[in-house]
């Protein structure tokens, strides 16, 4: 499990550089990812745009890292590709995640609605 990140623009930026989120590697994900979160920031960005595959245990696995943030943090997303959205709106989780079109767009937002 590769995940990667970078404190930009007030937010936290996790890339998962992997290509499926599935549940081979849904419980490192989430483990990784809550070490990743105990770093400061109001928002953590999840870039995803490498992912091309996403089952119900990944996307369980994102809803439990949503979950187990304090109530003043925010997870987002970016960068889904065509099939991973497809999987979130079908879910209807596109209504419950903040998504971005990319990592880069949903950071400058940041830098804009903080000014």
């Given at each position: 499990m590769n995940l990667y990140a970078e404190a930009r623009s007030?937010?936290?930026?996790?890339?998962?550089?992997?290509?499926?989120?599935?549940?081979?590697?849904?419980i490192r994900f989430k483990d990784q990812m809550r070490e990743v979160a105990s770093q400061p920031s109001p928002r953590i960005i999840l870039d995803m745009s490498r992912v091309e595959f996403?089952?119900?245990?990944?996307l369980g696995a994102v809803v439990a890292v949503m979950k187990a943030l304090a109530p003043n943090r925010k997870l987002e997303?970016?960068?889904?590709?065509?099939?991973?959205?497809k999987v979130f709106r079908l879910t209807r989780m596109d209504s419950v995640f903040r998504?971005?079109?990319?990592?880069?767009?949903?950071?400058s937002e940041g830098i804009r609605n903080a000014g």
């Open positions: 007030g937010a936290l930026v996790v890339r998962v550089d992997e290509e499926r989120l599935d549940a081979a590697i849904a996403l089952d119900s245990s990944g997303l970016a960068g889904l590709t065509p099939n991973v959205e998504i971005h079109s990319s990592a880069g767009e949903a950071a």
